[in-house]
């Protein structure tokens, strides 16, 4: 069975029929051709697909787009403003924060969760809040670094 699910993503309202079945990371990558947020594991344990719905970070893999009437989304495509980055997009560059970057739109979703939760007190902290995305390449130190340098 499908469903019609009215949402915003980025700001932008639409409405989708969808599969009763389907994650809001399929939503977003084959629907709406959003594949900045990455499928990692689809399983609930890598991050890679973390995103905002009403403000809070979620694993768009383990959430059903059936769910989100009325949500709003927020994706990696949705946080720059024109041609300016978000702070925390600009601090992953500054500090460069990432080698192969396949892990990096969740870690900045989760980064910008973290800022909004206020979960950035110390590097410790920041570490503890985004210990839920994982990356391959072990940026770790300098993704805090970022998260910190976004905090400022
Ligand atoms: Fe969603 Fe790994 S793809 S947590
Ligand atoms: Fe490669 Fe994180 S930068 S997985």
Known sequence: PSTRVSLVVNGRRLTVV????????????EHLGLTGSKKGCNAGACG???????GRRVNS??????????????TIEGLAKGERLHPLQQAFIDQDAFQ?????????????????????GSAEEIREWM?????RCGCYVKIV???EQAAR
């Not at 969808?18 to 990558?29: A, E, M, P």
């Not at 893999?61 to 927020?74: H, K, N, S």
């Not at 192969?100 to 909004?116: D, E, N, R």
């Open 48 to 54: 890679a697909c973390t995103v905002l719905v009403d």
């Open 18 to 29: 969808v599969d009763n079945r389907t994650s809001l990371l399929d939503l977003l990558r």
């Open 131 to 135: 210990s839920g995305n994982l990356c």
């Open 100 to 120: 192969c970057g396949f892990c990096t739109p969740g870690q900045i979703m989760s980064g910008v969760g973290c800022l909004k939760e206020g979960r950035t």
């Open 61 to 74: 893999c383990l959430t059903l787009a059936v769910r989100l009437e009325g949500a709003e989304v927020t």
């Open 145 to 147: 670094r970022a998260v």
